[in-house]
């Protein structure tokens, strides 16, 4: 199914960027904890102390999405290991690796090692929106996202809503 796996490549792509941003935002504490990517969505489960506030939720989003307009060409490239971690590839603790590894580069903004579906531009992911973020487990957080026409939706959605709240009001949306 091309159209899927289509809306999962931009979910898993983001979900790199999200994780860098994560790491610059708050610090480099964040480790990547749990994902799940779907077409409709993406969960990102990550190491932190504290729930997030209303300016890194949006420092997080502002990050992904600069690095999305910059559209910088998705590289990849075979290398061993040690390697890979020298060069600075962010890798899951705990998990067994090979002696060669693929590592997935986004303009210098986010190296990994990975085995994923991803996109060829991030340019391509188009919209990145973070629609929850929530504790799951003693130091353990999660992000909800969505990506693409799915973040398209999303605003258009609240933009709606905010719209029948400002009726309800009798005022301007901008007042709301």
Same mark, same amino acid.
């Given at each position: ?66 690095? /999305?307009? @910059?559209?910088?060409? %998705? ?7 040690? *390697? #890979?971690? !020298? ?55 999660? /992000?909800? @996202?969505?990506?693409? %026409? ?7 959605? *609240? #933009?709606? !809503? ?15």
């Amino acid at each position: 199914d091309g159209k899927r796996r289509h809306a999962i490549k931009l979910k898993h792509s983001a979900t790199h960027l999200m994780h860098a941003a994560l790491k610059s935002i708050l610090g480099e504490h964040v480790n990547q904890k749990g994902s799940l990517v779907q077409a409709e969505r993406l969960r990102f489960d990550f190491s932190h102390f504290e729930a997030m506030n209303k300016q890194q939720i949006a420092a997080v989003e502002t990050m992904v999405n600069e690095q /999305i307009l @910059a559209n910088h060409a %998705l590289q990849t490239q075979l290398m061993g290991l040690e *390697q #890979a971690k !020298e060069a600075g590839a962010m890798a899951l603790f705990g998990e067994k690796y090979d002696d060669d590894v693929r590592v997935v580069s986004m303009g210098g903004f986010s190296m990994e090692l990975c085995g994923g579906t991803h996109v060829a531009r991030t340019g391509d992911i188009g919209l990145f929106k973070i629609i929850s973020e929530s504790g799951i487990a003693s130091g353990v957080r999660r /992000i909800e @996202a969505v990506t693409g %026409l799915n973040a398209l939706q999303h605003v258009q959605q *609240q #933009a709606s !809503e905010l719209s029948s709240i400002s009726d309800v009001l009798k005022t301007d949306v901008s007042t709301v």
